[in-house]
């Protein structure tokens, strides 16, 4: 595989492990610098959705469980109309109907408030639910709390045994919260070889090794357009992109891009500060793959 016009932008790409995986085959597998684990920001969000994806197999939650029942010990004094309409699968589409971000990185560094579920409630329900795509941490850090509280642990000792062990992956880090609640919006350290066995489950519809670990019939859901956010559209908490693509997406580059036309997965970790990364490796990449 020719990528030689990315290396030629390496200098404002700043790709640090690359993998193209395509119907059992490695195309490429090229490393800038040593594959370690490597935060992967908001591509965290999408392993939340699929926590919830296993939690609602399990019976332990429901999307269309509204809000004020699954926090009322954390509920505002007065209640607004478009909160009381808010459920769960609004967590997951960035349509929660807020006024503004809430929980991105720069305010979770000075946040007062150690409730961050009290106060993500608290904040200002502007819009009806699932109407208005507005891009916040708040939505699936409160989906993440949600499944920690039905399922009586971390996200991350949740997913060891359902989804890390079963694909190889040893347990991990997770950025946490001041109550000890895994951070479900950001902060899960993986490596790009342990992104590229992720991707691969996706791509196979949530099965490995004859085991369902994920439910098929979530992954749809979750892949599909949810809401529309002026591009390609959002799913629950995956992107979806270009030549049919969706991805998990995180700052800087780290990405798990998932092309079920070409059966094929793209992995990216980087330090790139270029807004149009993903279209460049995309474009790059995806015309050299077999349909």
């Known amino acids: 595989m020719n990528i030689e016009k990315l290396e030629n932008q390496q200098d404002q790409l700043r790709l640090l492990n690359l993998r193209v995986w395509q119907r059992g085959k490695m195309l490429l597998s090229k490393d800038w610098e040593e594959d370690i684990r490597r935060n992967i920001y908001s591509a965290s969000k999408s392993f939340t959705s699929l926590a919830v994806g296993i939690a609602e197999r399990e019976g332990l939650l429901s999307l269309d469980e509204k809000l004020c029942d699954a926090f009322p010990k954390e509920l505002p004094e007065k209640v607004g109309e478009y909160l009381e309409q808010a459920t769960v699968k609004d967590l997951l589409t960035m349509g929660l109907g807020q006024d503004a971000p809430y929980l991105m990185g720069g305010q979770r560094v000075a946040m007062e408030?150690?409730?961050?579920?009290?106060?993500?409630?608290?904040?200002?329900?502007?819009?009806?639910?699932?109407?208005?795509?507005?891009?916040?941490?708040?939505?699936?850090?409160?989906?993440?709390?949600?499944?920690?509280r039905r399922c009586g642990c971390t996200l991350t000792d949740y997913l060891?045994?359902?989804?890390?062990?079963?694909?190889?992956?040893?347990?991990?880090?997770?950025?946490?919260?001041?109550?000890?609640?895994?951070?479900?919006?950001?902060g899960l350290f993986l490596s790009a070889g342990e992104m590229l066995k992720v991707g691969q489950l996706l791509?196979?519809?949530?099965?490995?090794?004859?085991?369902?670990?994920?439910?098929?019939?979530?992954?749809?859901?979750?892949?599909?357009?949810?809401?529309?956010?002026?591009?390609?559209?959002?799913?629950?908490?995956?992107?979806?992109?270009?030549?049919?693509?969706?991805?998990?997406?995180?700052?800087?580059?780290?990405?798990?891009?998932?092309?079920?036309?070409?059966?094929?997965?793209?992995?990216?970790?980087?330090?790139?500060?270029?807004?149009?990364?993903?279209?460049k490796c995309l474009d790059v990449i995806v015309p050299q793959l077999n349909v």
């Open 160 to 186: 060891l045994p359902r989804l890390f062990e079963p694909l190889g992956i040893r347990p991990t880090v997770w950025e946490i919260d001041p109550a000890g609640y895994t951070f479900g919006a950001g």
């Open 203 to 279: 791509l196979q519809n949530g099965c490995w090794e004859d085991r369902q670990l994920v439910p098929a019939d979530y992954l749809i859901r979750a892949s599909g357009k949810q809401i529309d956010n002026g591009k390609y559209g959002y799913g629950y908490l995956f992107w979806k992109g270009a030549y049919d693509s969706w991805r998990a997406d995180g700052k800087y580059g780290q990405m798990i891009v998932i092309l079920p036309r070409q059966q094929a997965v793209i992995v990216t970790t980087a330090e790139s500060r270029d807004p149009r990364m993903e279209e």
């Open 113 to 148: 408030e150690p409730d961050w579920v009290r106060y993500c409630l608290a904040r200002p329900f502007v819009h009806r639910p699932g109407e208005v795509f507005l891009y916040s941490n708040a939505g699936p850090y409160l989906a993440g709390v949600l499944v920690q």
